[in-house]
């Protein structure tokens, strides 16, 4: 087995991050080191971690001593890395048994350097929501187009790709995803690996915002011009609006 380096940001998580973690220990892919880089937590988050890290060497921690939010604190994770390929896990979301192994069997099959799955959206009490559906490929063309890789689904090989950090914007995990597409495409899963949660009034439910960011980020693609970019944003607001429907 190849290992793989999971990215996990914590803030305050008291509430979820043990769901998370024990979501990432059901693995049925069991060569992975989780690699927790908390910002300056004020409740029990630490303390959590640390009981699983008693009985489980695979999961390190790190402490932000100036945090500046996940991105940062994904990256300091991604400093670290050990592993062949990279994964993403919020602590709040989780991860179904089979989401690993499925997913390095259908990267290596393929030859993608890239894998994204389906995934469960679920409210604070893990009800679900409705189901992400995803195409069988993703390319750089398609992501320019719609967002189509949800970050806790995310994984790729950093043989071929690279590390990739993220940057200080929003929309951050967007912004990775079109990098990494730059040099492979992605493989999918079809069927649900993954249930990531909801929350009323954050920052992945302020369609606005959202909307704004994403357009800076078009705007930023090499060689993607003015109308272009337009045109691209105008595809991603009707897929935003369908959504909402």
Known sequence: MAKVSIIMPAYNAEKTIAQSIESIQAQTYEDWELLISDDK???KTKE???HFMSSDNRI???????PSGAWSARNNSLRKVTGKYVAFLDSDDLWLPKKLEMQIAAMTESGKAASHTAYFRVDNQNRELGLKSVAKTVSYQDMLRKNHIGNLTGIYDVDQVDIVFQQAIGHEDYDMWLKILMKTDSVGIL???ARYRVHAGGLSANKMQAALWHYKILRSQPQVGFFRSLY???CYFVSAVKVRI
């Not at 390190?60 to 100036?66: A, R, V």
């Open 60 to 66: 390190k921690y790190f402490y932000n001593s100036n």
């Open 191 to 193: 069927e649900p690996m």
């Open 41 to 43: 937590s004020q409740d």
């Open 48 to 50: 959590i971690i640390q």
């Open 232 to 234: 691209l944003f105008i």
